[in-house]
């Protein structure tokens, strides 16, 4: 049976991209929401977006998580915690659970330019102390924009992936090069995810500085692959 | 009388490399370090590296400070408080500093991929603290690989300038628009520059696993100039 991916959060503009470009690229994604139907019928806009063999289905968040083999995190800040303890006992052994989360001070009223501080570092090690063991953590995607991530054009920019399990980082580096354009670099470990979502703050003032809407980053002077 | 750029701990490599820069760029450069002799030997053989009509001293910090319009901060963090705390009442009034400073966890004997907390946000807010009215400050250059620095080639990384002064800022930019390949960036408030400096800690990483010296960053999305 081939593997299913569900987008947690997955109506908001993240995730949605997320799924479009995952979609595309062949995997049957699982949007969940906290509501079913709104899953369902973000799904089905998306099916006849893409057209096609697309395999996109919408569940809550809960149902999507107990079936999928890699979770995608794309909730704001401030609803990830309550999700991930609502799902402590949902996960399957041997899920990966790949965030995207970035902690932008808006999440709590303030800039999207700012970032807030989590104790634990950043919101990938907030995300990884909720996660049952057996359950492994990738940080990943933060810096792609959700504008680009709608369309199905290259985007220019790298994915940088943190993780301490070497087979939560294979997974999400595989995933991130599927996405035309992207190049998928390792991070490093799961602490170095802290700098990676607040590069997203970053991009954000660039957009509002450079009247943009899509900033992204490349690094350079790396090995040709 | 053409200004005069001091480069204070400008024996180091980073400040070497700036100096070099900037010296084949025209600009008339001070060399400041602990030790004026020290200061003086790095000028000389700079002099000699770069030929031509390259305009290089060197002097003690407070004297380099002094006489300077705008000085290049490039000092380990550790010593930035206790220069800038000697150097309060001997800048010029209209003195622009360029705090290039990263708070690597090297700093303290830790790791050089990883950051220390500073309590103002970042070490150019740190700095700030400790300027006299009237001197201003912006932080950059954080990025630039001391590596490439050193030679003449094109530089193929972007340059962020954070700061709250619109001169310090113009003045910062245009410095790091004279570096060959460079792209100065408006990168917002000085506030911001603590996601700049820590971009560094992540280039550090880079460049240890995948095994190069000189990795760099380039924004994406941007309008052409």
């Known amino acids: ?3 299913k991916i569900a987008i947690l959060g997955g109506t908001g503009p993240e995730g949605s991209g997320l799924a479009n470009r995952l979609a595309r690229a062949g995997e049957h994604i699982v949007i969940g929401s906290r509501e079913a ?8 806009r998306l099916c006849a977006h893409i057209g096609g063999a697309a395999k996109i289905e919408g569940a809550d968040n809960a149902t999507a998580a107990a079936q999928c083999d890699i979770a995608v995190l794309t909730l704001p800040f401030s609803g990830q915690a309550a999700l991930l303890k609502q799902l402590k006992g949902v996960w399957k ?14 999440t709590v009223g303030g800039s999207p330019t700012r970032m807030i501080g989590v104790w634990q570092g950043s919101a990938a090690e ?6 049952p063991a057996g359950v492994s ?10 504008e680009l991530l709608t369309g199905d054009a290259p985007i220019d920019c790298d994915v940088l992936v943190c993780s301490d399990d070497e087979k939560a980082k294979q997974v999400a580096t595989e ?3 599927k996405i035309p354009g992207v190049r998928a670099l390792n991070g490093g470990k799961l602490e170095n995810a802290r700098i990676v979502e607040s590069i997203t703050a970053l991009l954000i003032g660039l957009n509002i500085r450079y009247k943009v809407h899509s900033a992204g980053v490349r690094f350079t ?4 692959k």
Chains 1, 2 share one sequence.
């Open 93 to 106: 052994p041997g899920t990966i659970v790949i965030d995207t989360t970035v902690p932008l001070a808006a």
């Open 175 to 177: 995933l991130a090069a």
């Open 126 to 131: 907030a995300a990884a102390e909720l996660l």
């Open 221 to 224: 002077g790396l090995p040709a």
């Open 37 to 44: 139907p709104r899953a369902q019928e973000a799904a089905r």
């Open 137 to 146: 953590i990738a940080a990943a995607f933060h810096n792609l924009s959700a």
């Open 1 to 3: 049976m081939a593997r």
